[in-house]
T-cell receptor
């Protein structure tokens, strides 16, 4: 029973292409996130959604567009991929803000742009 | 301003010994949470332990304990009786859930721990 699942695990694509990463959580959490981990392993938040509503957009290029069809899903669509987009992208979810609990992470999607 | 600082890029420890991974944080919010995550070479992020800013006692989870010193703003992770499987990257993180539009985890740069026989 995977709590937070994201697909695909690996994605290799050419510059200029458009790609999507899907994320689903079965924990009943209200908040979902996308994080980017760069080649130096630094993790930084990109977006957070609460109940399908965009809450945080951390100065991410508008080529990145999250979509939340319902509170259990948060997909990430990337247009016109660039070499610098190569990274590991993590989806995560957590309980409502008032309960300061941990975030559960998906297994990550390693995106390689060639 | 950097919110989470992990000053040890790498640490070595012998199997069965204890090791402390350092983490200091910066916040003016009285309500916050501190987390440690483990990232093995396989890449997934595994939650280890949580400490709330109002918790009176240090958090413990099995071989993991968190040495929380609020006045010093430090939240060091102590791993007792290290095992070879503990070799991984360890990330300290903070959450400041003041409101929905600031709710996020802020991560440190990580410490790579290597356990040798």
């Amino acid at each position: 029973d995977t709590a937070v699942s994201q697909t695909p695990k690996y994605l290799v694509t050419q510059m200029g292409n458009d790609k999507s990463i899907k994320c689903e959580q079965n924990l009943g959490h209200d908040t979902m996130y996308w994080y980017k981990q760069d080649s130096k392993k630094f993790l930084k938040i990109m977006f957070s959604y609460n109940n399908k509503e965009l809450i945080i957009n951390e100065t991410v290029p508008n080529r990145f567009s999250p979509k939340s069809p319902d509170k259990a899903h948060l997909n990430l669509h990337i247009n016109s991929l660039e070499l610098g987009d190569s990274a590991v992208y993590f989806c995560a979810s957590s309980q409502e803000v008032e309960r300061n609990t941990e975030a559960f992470f998906g297994q990550g999607t390693r995106l390689t742009v060639v | 301003a950097q919110k989470i600082t992990q000053t040890q890029p790498g640490m070595f420890v012998q199997e069965k010994e204890a090791v402390t991974l350092d983490c200091t944080y910066d916040t003016s919010d009285p309500s916050y949470g501190l987390f440690w995550y483990k990232q093995p070479s396989s890449g997934e992020m595994i939650f280890l332990i949580y400490q709330g800013s109002y918790d009176q006692q240090n958090a413990t989870e099995g071989r993991y304990s968190l040495n929380f010193q609020k006045a010093r703003k430090s939240a060091n992770l102590v791993i007792s009786a290290s095992q070879l499987g503990d070799s991984a990257m360890y990330f300290c993180a903070m959450r400041e859930p003041r409101s929905y539009n600031t709710d996020k985890l802020i991560f440190g740069t990580g410490t790579r721990l290597q356990v040798f026989p």
